[in-house]
């Protein structure tokens, strides 16, 4: 199969990413390297101050995506809007295969594949490479 497309979903949590084309799915899973307790404070942490990015969690998110071309970032809280922050200062020459980052709650996995062929499917008619 070829990883042209791949969408990812990511909290600081976890990460789901799905490479596709019109016929086949690959998922890969990867979990957060760093513990996350879940707090209720509005600066994130009980010292009052925000929880470091895992950076390391966003390199292997890097990774896993790096055989597609066209990254569709998507997740429900600010994770996915650090991940695009830690490609474009880490990974700078990997920032334009992300073509769109989208909020998404916590769908199945069907449903990020169905949104993602769909988010795609208008930029393929016009990208003769299919």
Same mark, same amino acid.
């Given at each position: 199969?070829?990883?042209?497309?791949?969408?990812?979903?990511?909290?600081?949590?976890? !990460?789901? &990413?799905?490479?596709?084309?019109? =016929?086949?799915?690959? /998922?890969?899973?990867?979990? #957060? $390297?760093?513990?996350?307790?879940?707090?209720?404070?509005?600066?994130?942490?009980?010292?009052?101050?925000? !929880?470091? &990015?895992?950076?390391?969690?966003? =390199?292997?998110?890097? /990774?896993?995506?790096?055989? #597609? $071309?066209?990254?569709?970032?998507?997740?429900?809280?600010?994770?996915?809007?650090?991940?695009?922050?830690?490609?474009?200062?880490?990974?700078?020459?990997?920032?334009?295969?992300?073509?769109?980052?989208?909020? #998404?709650?916590?769908?199945?996995?069907?449903?990020?594949?169905?949104?993602?062929?769909?988010?795609?499917?208008?930029?393929?008619?016009?990208?003769?490479?299919?």
């Amino acid at each position: 199969m070829q990883n042209y497309h791949a969408v990812v979903w990511l909290d600081h949590h976890e !990460a789901r &990413v799905f490479f596709f084309d019109r =016929h086949n799915v690959k /998922e890969v899973d990867l979990g #957060a $390297t760093k513990p996350h307790a879940h707090l209720h404070t509005k600066a994130g942490t009980r010292s009052g101050k925000k !929880a470091p &990015v895992d950076s390391e969690f966003y =390199h292997h998110i890097v /990774e896993a995506l790096k055989p #597609a $071309t066209e990254w569709l970032v998507t997740g429900p809280g600010s994770a996915k809007l650090e991940f695009v922050k830690h490609v474009h200062g880490h990974d700078h020459q990997l920032s334009a295969r992300i073509v769109g980052v989208e909020t #998404a709650d916590h769908p199945t996995d069907g449903q990020i594949v169905a949104h993602a062929r769909a988010y795609f499917k208008p930029l393929a008619e016009h990208d003769t490479r299919h």
